[in-house]
């Protein structure tokens, strides 16, 4: 029983990163009907980016992950204004491609300064437990990452839901040609929303680079996490995507707990079959495309 | 540059590919009058007015408003100069809430206190917009949904005002309604184009207007010179006009 208790507590927390990672994809496929498959790899070029930045020049973690935003932004703006935006118009495959070769490119590159070894940023909460009952044991780094990445949720929210930004961004999502009209520039939309896109990966790609490790190829495991949390929770609605991971956490370790840590991945993918079947466009989907 | 003379449109080709859907199209919209373009399902209204707008390149002529040339200008800079349109269908962002709709018409302006003069002229123009203020466009009626579309465009406070099939749908009591006010608010100064497919009302609330059938402009004149029944032969291709 405790154990129960203890996968629960943990499938929780685990969820909160989970969305984290994968609400990047999900406001990316909202706004512009756009699969980012390099989502996963950009994810973990800015953990490469922290963990550089955090030994080298900048000494620690969260100077290292400011650095960081910064640079995937510009990475994001000029990937969606250079190359995304020229091919938009012209069906979802062509975008599609763009993106998919972007992940190519940054693995290879990954692995050819870095190689194929396993990295990881410096953690120093590591072995502390913020909580230690018979019930229950929370490490500080699970909580961490989970309260970091509900605060990053409730900023996009507010961002999307109460800022003329945001409302610019709705209004792009549901109808460009209205939203050309207001005289938004949807193009430079698109770019804003890709920059805070990969914002939101980044603090994702930093959490995981502590807490798990990663290594050049990493983006492509974490790129289906991030699907399995969009799907469930419903593309472009960002409760969904809390929701949505913490489903996925907790039954990927209620799985570990009921049938063994080997099928913990199977049986999470197998909860997402099943809420697919039941529900096709996800748990919550507000932003639908037209 | 004419005087008085708000946009125009010069010798303008538009099309899809190959299949051509305007021929050598000449308008003039003098400022402070309603031009009506009245025409039926197919005969290049939407097509000119994306060309108009930007939201597609003619194949050749030109667009100019105030004097400049606009043609191709990507649309939201040409309603950054002071075009605005009620798109055919209402368009409204059915996940936002008429407020929200609202701000949004008025995306460009960056004064607050202009803002709320816009918004509280916006509600007096339709008080039943007031009601709803609060509620998702979704769940407005058609009638509605019409003026949200006429409010959120005139948010921006615009000098020429283009309302693309404004009855389309609509009972007749609602379409009156909807007319008088875009009547109050070319009282106001803003210039309109109206584009209808209906002869009659599009003949009595404006003061010019055009006739285009499959792609052409086949009549033109004072509104209230123009014989009803020779528009409707126009309209229709028969009598002189087959």
Redesign the interface.
């Known amino acids: 029983m405790e154990l129960f208790v203890q996968s629960v507590i943990s499938g929780v927390l685990l969820g909160g990163l989970y969305a984290a990672i994968g609400v990047g994809l999900s406001l990316v496929f909202g706004i512009m009907g756009l699969t980012n498959i390099a989502h996963g790899s950009l994810m973990i070029l800015a953990s490469f980016f922290v963990m550089i930045l955090s030994q080298g020049i900048m000494g620690s973690v969260i100077p290292a992950l400011l650095a960081t935003l910064v640079i995937m932004a510009i990475i994001g703006a000029v990937m969606q204004g250079a190359l995304i935006n020229r091919v938009l118009d012209k069906g979802a495959e062509p975008a599609l491609l763009v993106t998919f070769g972007f992940a190519i490119i940054i693995q290879n590159v990954l692995q050819l300064i870095f190689g194929a070894d396993y990295k990881s940023i410096k953690n120093p909460l590591a072995s502390v437990n913020v909580i230690d009952t018979k019930w229950a044991i929370v490490s500080g780094e699970y909580l961490v990452n989970f309260l970091v990445s509900v605060a990053v949720l409730l900023a996009l929210h507010f961002l999307i839901r109460r800022t ?1 930004l945001g ?2 961004i ?2 792009a999502a ?2 460009v ?10 193009k430079r939309t698109y770019i804003y929303a890709m920059c805070i896109a990969l914002i939101t990966g980044s603090v994702g790609g930093m959490l995981v680079g502590r807490t798990f490790g990663f290594y050049s190829y990493s983006g492509m495991s974490y790129l289906i996490i991030a699907f399995g949390v969009v799907v469930i929770g419903g593309m472009g609605s960002i409760l969904g995507t809390l929701l949505g991971g913490v489903i996925l956490g907790v039954s990927q370790l209620l799985g570990a707990y009921f049938f063994g840590p080997g099928v913990q991945v199977l049986v999470g993918y197998l909860t997402l079959l099943v809420i697919l079947t039941l529900r096709p466009r996800g748990l919550l989907s ?3 495309r037209k | 540059m004419d005087e008085g003379v708000l946009m125009t449109v010069e010798n303008l080709n538009a099309g899809y590919g190959d299949f051509r859907a305007l021929y050598d199209i000449s308008m003039r919209f003098p400022k402070g009058l309603i031009v009506s373009i009245i025409g039926s399902n197919g005969a290049g209204k939407t097509t000119l007015l994306n060309a108009i707008m930007g939201v597609n390149k003619p194949v050749s002529g030109k667009v100019t408003f105030e004097g400049e040339d606009i043609t191709g200008v990507r649309t939201s800079s040409i309603v950054a100069k002071g075009v605005t349109m009620s798109p055919e269908g209402s368009h409204v962002f059915e996940d936002m809430s008429v407020h929200e709709n609202l701000l949004m018409g008025a995306y460009l302006t960056r004064s607050k206190e202009k803002l709320g003069r816009m918004l509280e002229r916006s509600y007096e123009l339709f008080p039943a917009l007031k009601e709803k203020s609060g509620q998702l466009a979704d769940f407005l009626s058609g009638g509605q949904r019409q003026m949200l579309a006429i409010a959120r465009a005139l948010m921006s406070d615009p000098k020429l005002l283009i309302c693309d099939e404004l009855s389309l749908g609509l009972a007749p009591v609602v379409v009156n309604d909807i007319y008088n006010r875009i009547l109050d608010v070319n009282g106001d100064g803003v210039t309109v184009i109206l584009v209808e497919q209906e002869v009659q009302r599009s003949l009595s609330f404006s003061d010019y207007s055009y006739v285009l059938v499959k792609g052409r402009v086949v009549m033109e004149g004072v509104a209230n010179e123009l014989s009803e029944k020779e528009v409707k032969d126009a309209y229709f291709g028969i009598n002189k006009y087959a």
């Open positions: 003329k409302r610019s709705r209004a549901s109808n040609i209205a939203a050309e009209l207001m005289g938004v520039n949807t507000n932003m639908t």
